[in-house]
């Protein structure tokens, strides 16, 4: 049985970022894996009903912040909820994330100050993963994310 991995939708090439972008994953890896058909992918942020594009936000306290002022911790939590959900229903090996971001960062994010500094952290939609025991990698750890592939289904 192949196992299927949850990738953040940017990563797998849809404009679904704040900014109307995408920032898609060209390794070859990866490249293969979706051609395969284990990618799902899942975008937090539009899961929870944020519009693309959408006001940059950050995570601050217990809460998610626009730059705006705006309160959108509700939607990141949906979205974070969203996410876990179609990881379980999917049985997927784990998960590659787009790091820094407050959804899919899994070992930065920004600091909650709108001053375009990075401290360690997990995006909500990681943390909401790695609760339920789902390891998380991000674009840069594509090695550690193929060893424990070949592990698993060796
Ligand atoms: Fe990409 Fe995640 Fe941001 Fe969606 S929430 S745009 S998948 S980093």
Known sequence: LMRKILVSGCLYGDHVRYDDGDVPCLDERFLKWKEEGRLIKVCP???GGLSIPRPDSQRVGDKVMA???ADVTREYTIGAEETLRLAKEYEVAFAIMKEDSPS???RFIYDGTFT???TKGLGLAVEYLKKAGYPVFDEEELDQAEQLLKQIEE
């Open 67 to 69: 730059c705006t002022g």
């Open 104 to 106: 899919c960062g899994s």
């Open 45 to 47: 942020e539009v899961f």
């Open 116 to 118: 375009d500094t990075k």
